[in-house]
């Protein structure tokens, strides 16, 4: 299953393929920023449903475990995308939490003794 995903182009280069569908722009690209250490990475659109993640070792290929890094990239994809729609979700509960949360320290501003 995940080698329909996972696709070799080349001995030093991999393709991954995302659904629009389910991954969000701002997920695909968070999701790549933390693999920029290790590789280059381009993102382009494959077909009107499908985007690909296309990796190339920066360094050796023989010192970078390529497949690894893709497997990594497919979770934290999942990550970024549940993160994402969590926040679409909750956002407005954390906000009323934090709003909350700070709501006294305005009320003793005028007590508060600053030098």
């Given at each position: 299953m995940i080698k329909d995903i996972i696709i070799k182009i080349e001995d030093?280069?991999?393709?991954?393929?995302l659904k629009k569908e389910l991954y969000e722009k701002d997920a695909v690209f968070s999701a790549a920023y933390k693999f920029t250490d290790k590789c280059v990475i381009l993102i382009?659109?494959?077909d009107p449903f499908s985007i690909g993640?296309?990796?190339k070792p920066k360094s050796d290929p023989k010192?970078?475990?390529?497949?690894k890094i893709a497997e990594d990239y497919c979770n934290e994809v999942l990550d970024q995308q549940?993160?994402?729609d969590l926040e679409k979700r909750y956002g407005n509960i954390r906000e009323l939490i934090v709003r909350h949360a700070f709501l006294p320290?305005?009320?003793?501003?005028d007590k508060i003794e600053i030098e």
């Open positions: 030093n280069k991999l393709l991954i393929v382009e659109p494959i993640v296309y990796f010192d970078v475990d390529l497949e549940i993160r994402l320290i305005s009320n003793l501003k």
